[in-house]
């Protein structure tokens, strides 16, 4: 495939006496993949090549994102504060040559973000944060050109597909000794429009798989931490998960 990529950043940052910062930007992305895919045989007694029509497509995607987004923190004695916005306007353009099928999808979401925190003493700390995260398709999974699996399996992308939204929380305590820190977080995580396979008959022997936005996942869990400085040019991670 040929990807082509263009951004534009323009960022504003504004300190205060009070230890408190004020930043605000814009950024503009321009992606562009055109992907030429060619799937063929070898006729093993006459070495030929054949084109397999099954497998070879021309997948055209391009997107434009815009994103305004803005943060502001300071401290008031032993607590932490720092809250942001992110507000973007996507459009997504894909055309699929072989078929002859073009499709348009937009959306705009604001991402709110905050963290707070609290200095029990000079070496533990207290943080709680919130996030909204998103997870966006990649262009494969947006393309419909139908590619046989099997003599009875079809796979196809969603053309219609938009990201997933995460909404986290999570509480965490945080300890300094000598060159070791040590990190406890409790987290919960709820995700809507969740990629989900879908399997539907086409015909009475042929199988189409594809994906929609249909599940809601939640979890939540305990993660430990410790990361421990050993010279200049080594560090040592170990953490542990355990989640539902």
Request: proline share 5%; hydrophobic share 30%.
């Amino acid at each position: 495939p040929t990807e082509t990529s263009t951004a534009l950043t323009a960022d504003y940052s504004l300190p205060f006496d009070n230890a408190g910062k004020f930043a605000a930007g814009y950024a503009l992305e321009l992606n562009k993949i055109d992907a030429d895919f060619r799937g063929g045989a070898r006729d093993p007694i006459t070495g030929n090549s054949t084109v397999d029509p099954t497998r070879t497509n021309r997948f055209i995607y391009q997107d434009h994102l815009h994103a305004l987004y803005a943060t502001y923190g300071r401290p008031w004695g032993k607590f932490g504060f720092l809250a942001g916005l992110r507000f973007e306007d996507t459009a997504i353009d894909t055309h699929q040559v072989t078929v002859k099928l073009t499709d348009k999808n937009s959306y705009a979401r604001l991402y709110p973000s905050l963290h707070l925190s609290y200095s029990l003493t000079e070496a533990s700390q207290l943080q709680l944060n919130y996030s909204h995260r998103i997870h966006r398709p990649e262009s494969d999974d947006l393309n419909p050109f139908p590619e046989y699996q099997d003599p009875y399996n079809l796979r196809a992308g969603n053309p219609h597909l938009v990201p997933e939204d995460t909404h986290s929380i999570e509480t965490g305590y945080q300890y300094k000794h000598a060159n070791t820190t040590y990190l406890a977080t409790a987290y919960y995580r709820q995700t809507y429009h969740a990629f989900t396979t879908i399997t539907r008959y086409i015909d009475r022997v042929t199988l189409l798989t594809t994906h929609e936005n249909l599940a809601t996942n939640r979890s939540g869990g305990l993660e430990l931490a410790a990361t421990r400085d050993l010279g200049r040019d080594l560090t040592v991670n170990v953490s542990a998960n355990g989640f539902y």
